[in-house]
């Protein structure tokens, strides 16, 4: 009934259909040999964010702080748990900004749309004012719906100069289409399909990407059971920036435990540092 009522009502909150966040945290960086810091910022409609800042360990084969990524993690529970996609970077030279959007972790609010945008100027206004983030190239890394998130702010954001490159891992590009997509796959959700066009699209991904001036890596496993390659590849191919496909395997978000797509976004991140 829920779901029916976000459907009718244009799904202009967005949290009981997208969202899953999860309050308390499972771990805390430290648990996994990294150091860290939070950062507490507040958005400009004073909701409370409370992030991770990890400090990049010196680059083993070049001894170097290389740069700084800028994290949006999925869509369920929060960045204790997302954490295990990125805890191989600080090691091999890069700062990590993990962004926990409003209503997840230990951050106030609920999560919904345009509002969760907020949360990303509040941390990319956040990380230029810091001075070790000027001095190296920053990236943006969103997976999932962090993807279709970056994918839409980074091209509509008057920051985007700031912004070496943008990886893209498993995103969507239509939120209505993925709406379609999630309720078509059981009959007992076949009767919610008609609502699903009332799902607003002007935060899809693909209606935005074509404004992205910045190298970006695109990145979809061929096993991926939640979001269909088809998806990922609109936002790619919707794109005119210098851009990169790479075809992974395994289910999804899992890329990382892959060392040869480490070593792909690595090379790609050295690549791109103007």
């Not at 061929?222 to 936002?235: F, G, L, N, Y």
Request: proline content about 7%; overall charge neutral.
């Amino acid at each position: 009934m829920a779901l029916l009522t976000s459907l009718l009502t244009g799904c202009q909150s967005l949290t009981g259909l997208y969202f899953f966040p999860e309050s308390g945290y499972r771990l805390t960086p430290d648990q996994l040999n990294l150091a860290w810091q939070p950062v507490e910022l507040k958005t400009r409609d004073n909701t409370i964010l409370k992030n991770w800042w990890l400090p990049a360990q010196p680059n083993p084969d070049t001894g170097e702080i290389l740069g700084t990524i800028l994290f949006l993690h999925g869509n369920a529970e929060n960045i204790s748990t997302h954490i295990h996609s990125i805890a191989w970077l600080p090691r091999q030279g890069y700062n990590v900004f993990m962004l926990d959007y409003r209503g997840f972790g230990h951050s106030s609010g609920k999560p919904k749309l345009p509002e969760i945008f907020q949360d990303i100027d509040a941390a990319a206004t956040w990380l230029l004012a810091q001075e070790p983030v000027q001095q190296k190239p920053l990236y943006l890394l969103g997976q999932s719906i962090g993807g279709a998130l970056g994918a839409t702010w980074i091209s509509q954001t008057n920051q985007q100069n700031a912004f070496s490159a943008v990886v893209l891992d498993a995103p969507f590009a239509s939120w209505p289409g993925m709406s379609r997509y999630a309720m078509s796959r059981q009959w007992q959700t076949w009767a919610f399909l008609p609502g699903t066009y009332l799902v607003p699209a002007q935060w899809d991904a693909e209606q935005h990407i074509e404004k992205l001036k910045k190298p970006l890596l695109v990145i979809h496993s061929i096993e991926d059971e939640i979001i269909p390659t088809a998806q990922s590849r609109k936002v790619y191919d919707k794109s005119h920036a210098q851009k990169q496909w790479l075809e992974a395997r395994g289910p999804h978000i899992s890329t990382f435990g892959q060392r040869e797509n480490r070593n792909t976004v690595l090379q790609f991140l050295q690549k791109h540092r103007d």
